[in-house]
């Protein structure tokens, strides 16, 4: 009989072929499960630039400083925005430039309240788009101001596709400017204690999408001088009070020393009771009994020999007790 046609060769090329199929099966398992892992890491990669492009609808609140005439011959403006609470990150903000207007800075706002400029952007002739990853930003530009002759004139024009909540305006008075008039009129005037500069405030205002705002600011400089110079001048110049300095004393430090000592003491009192032996009690040394005194009458009244009570006899003379 041939080998290959024996039945034992036969069950052991079956068994070795089953072997066979099962690993096939295992391997062929494990790059499916490879395969479909890979498939949900793709897919996970290709939704996150969707979900960074989200546009956002709203700011909560929105701070534009105005500050005419500052460090250069133009309008520095200060922009500073907060996202609603629900907006998802990071955001797309898209937001208006004013013809001409020369960017400074665009940034987010760390919860840590830094200012981080890894914002990535992109200007347009009147918009200015970028993605933060941080529910505050920051945005500085300059704009042109006209002028003519003493006479300074802007205009601040806001018109965007989101929603403003809280519109704060606050315009900065030049150190050389007089009559300054906005418009809208402010709500307060009032000047600062730590450069000394004169602020105009305007009452806070929402501002809905699509809608526009505008801030018209007009003022006198008889002569080119810019803020900053005289700020940099004012401790000499002006003999300007500096701010009251701040209480270096730590109180909070001093009381937790103290606090500190009062464990100590505690601790080491406690330590010295346990150590302390207790006094033992003196002991009462024994009390000799008295000898009882003989009474009077109780001797021999033969040879005076002392006599207990009961004797009736004198123990040494032998001489008879009287009266007994």
């Not at 945005?139 to 704060?168: I, R």
């Not at 002569?223 to 110049?237: C, F, G, H, K, R």
């Not at 330590?271 to 033992?280: D, F, G, L």
């Amino acid at each position: 009989m041939s080998l290959f046609r024996h039945p034992s060769f036969r069950q052991k090329v079956s068994t070795l072929r089953r072997r066979d199929t099962k690993k096939r099966i295992r391997i062929m398992g494990g790059q499916a499960r490879a395969l479909v892992l890979l498939a949900f890491l793709i897919l996970l990669s290709l939704g996150r630039p969707a979900y960074a492009q989200l546009e956002a609808t709203a700011i909560e609140n929105l701070a534009v400083d105005l500050w005419p005439d500052y460090d250069r011959p133009a309008v520095l403006v200060l922009l500073t925005g907060t996202l609603p609470d629900a907006t998802l990150l990071p955001a797309t903000v898209t937001i208006p430039l004013p013809p001409g207007a020369t960017l400074n800075a665009v940034a987010r706002i760390t919860s840590d309240n830094v200012m981080t400029d890894d914002v990535q952007y992109t200007q347009g002739e009147e918009s200015l788009t970028f993605v933060t990853s941080d529910s505050r930003f920051r945005v500085e530009y300059y704009m042109p101001y006209d002028t003519e002759g003493s006479q300074h004139t802007f205009e601040f024009s806001w018109l965007a596709g989101l929603t403003v909540n809280e519109m704060d305006v606050a315009v900065q008075q030049p150190a050389a400017a007089t009559n300054m008039q906005t418009q809208p009129i402010a709500s307060s005037i009032s000047a600062n204690s730590n450069d000394g500069l004169t602020y105009h405030v305007l009452p806070v205002t929402a501002v809905p999408a699509g809608q526009p705002y505008t801030v018209q600011v007009d003022y006198t400089m008889n002569e080119p001088t810019l803020s900053v110079a005289q700020i940099d001048t004012a401790p000499a110049n002006t003999g300007a009070t500096p701010p009251p300095l701040e209480d270096d004393f730590n109180w909070p430090l001093l009381l937790a020393a103290a606090g500190g000592v009062l464990i100590l003491v505690a601790v080491g009192w406690q330590v010295a009771s346990r150590r302390q032996k207790p006094k033992r009690p003196r002991k009462t040394p024994p009390q000799r009994a008295a000898t009882p005194t003989p009474k009077a009458g109780q001797f021999c009244h033969e040879c005076g020999s002392p006599m207990g009570p009961e004797d009736k006899f004198c123990g040494n003379c032998g001489t008879a007790v009287k009266n007994r």
